[in-house]
T-cell receptor
Framework: DADVTQTPRNRITKTGKRIMLECSQTKGHDRMYWYRQDPGLGLRLIYYSFDVKDINKGEISDGYSVSRQAQAKFSLSLESAIPNQTALYFC???????????????FGPGTRLTVL | AQTVTQSQPEMSVQEAETVTLSCTYDTSESDYYLFWYKQPPSRQMILVIRQEAYKQQNATENRFSVNFQKAAKSFSLKISDSQLGDAAMYFCAYRSAPYGGSQGNLIFGKGTKLSVKP
C-alpha cells in the first residue's frame, strides 16, 4: 500500500460547490502539507501542519481551508470552488529528520481538480 | 524571500547520453537544503536527490549526481546513461534549515521537461 494516499484522484465540480480533498499517510510523520501545481508554475504551498494543533497558511491560502483530523489525516477544503482553482493538488508529509535536519517531503499521487 | 529558477523549460537527450539540468536559487541564508524531484507522466512526485548546503561533497544517487556551487548559488542535476524512463518533469526545490523563515517548506522552481530519444 502507498504511504501517502489522496482521495479522490480526479474530481470535476461546478463553480460555487464545496469540495474536500483528503490525504492520509501511514509513514508516521508529524508534518503534512498541501501544494497546488499549475502548468508552468511549479508547486506552491497552500497550507501546512506541523502537528494536529499547529496549522499554518502557506503562500496561496486564500479560498482554501484545512483540517488536521489526526496525525495521519489532513484535509483540504474549497468552500466555494471557482474555475481558477482548477489544478493538480498534492499532499506531502515529512518528519524532522536527524537532528532537525533535511526532512524530506514525500508526496501523494495528486488529485486533479477541475472547476467548471 | 528565497526563489528558485530553472532556466530550461525543456531539454532533450539521446538514450545512453548524459544531460545536465540547471537550477539557480537566491537566498541570504547560509544553511539550507536543495532537492531535485522527478514527476513522470503518472504525475507522482519522486525525490531524486538532495544536498545539504553545509556539505562540500556533491551528492550522488546511482546515475544521478549534482554539481553544487554554493558561492554561485547553482545546483545542477546530471543524469548519466539516460534511460527512456528518465523522461519526466524535473523540479528543483529549496528548503531553509534548520527551520528558518519559511518554516522548512519547499520552494519549487517551475520545472524542466526532459525528453529522452531512443
Amino acid at each position: 500500500d502507498a504511504d501517502v494516499t489522496q482521495t479522490p484522484r480526479n474530481r470535476i465540480t461546478k463553480t460555487g460547490k464545496r469540495i474536500m480533498l483528503e490525504c492520509s499517510q501511514t509513514k508516521g510523520h508529524d508534518r503534512m502539507y498541501w501544494y497546488r501545481q499549475d502548468p508552468g508554475l511549479g508547486l506552491r504551498l497552500i497550507y501546512y501542519s506541523f502537528d494536529v494543533k499547529d496549522i499554518n497558511k502557506g503562500e496561496i491560502s486564500d479560498g482554501y481551508s484545512v483540517s488536521r483530523q489526526a496525525q495521519a489525516k489532513f484535509s483540504l477544503s474549497l468552500e466555494s470552488a471557482i474555475p481558477n482553482q482548477t489544478a493538480l493538488y498534492f499532499c506531502a508529509t515529512s518528519d524532522l529528520g536527524l537532528a532537525g535536519g533535511a526532512d524530506t517531503q514525500y508526496f501523494g499521487p495528486g488529485t486533479r481538480l477541475t472547476v467548471l | 524571500a528565497q526563489t528558485v529558477t530553472q532556466s530550461q523549460p525543456e531539454m532533450s537527450v539521446q538514450e545512453a547520453e548524459t544531460v545536465t539540468l540547471s537550477c539557480t536559487y537566491d537566498t541570504s541564508e547560509s544553511d539550507y537544503y536543495l532537492f531535485w524531484y522527478k514527476q513522470p507522466p503518472s504525475r507522482q512526485m519522486i525525490l531524486v536527490i538532495r544536498q545539504e548546503a553545509y556539505k562540500q561533497q556533491n551528492a550522488t544517487e546511482n546515475r544521478f549526481s549534482v554539481n553544487f556551487q554554493k558561492a554561485a548559488k547553482s545546483f545542477s542535476l546530471k543524469i548519466s546513461d539516460s534511460q527512456l524512463g528518465d523522461a519526466a518533469m524535473y523540479f528543483c526545490a529549496y528548503r531553509s534549515a534548520p527551520y528558518g523563515g519559511s518554516q522548512g517548506n519547499l520552494i519549487f522552481g517551475k520545472g524542466t521537461k526532459l525528453s529522452v530519444k531512443p
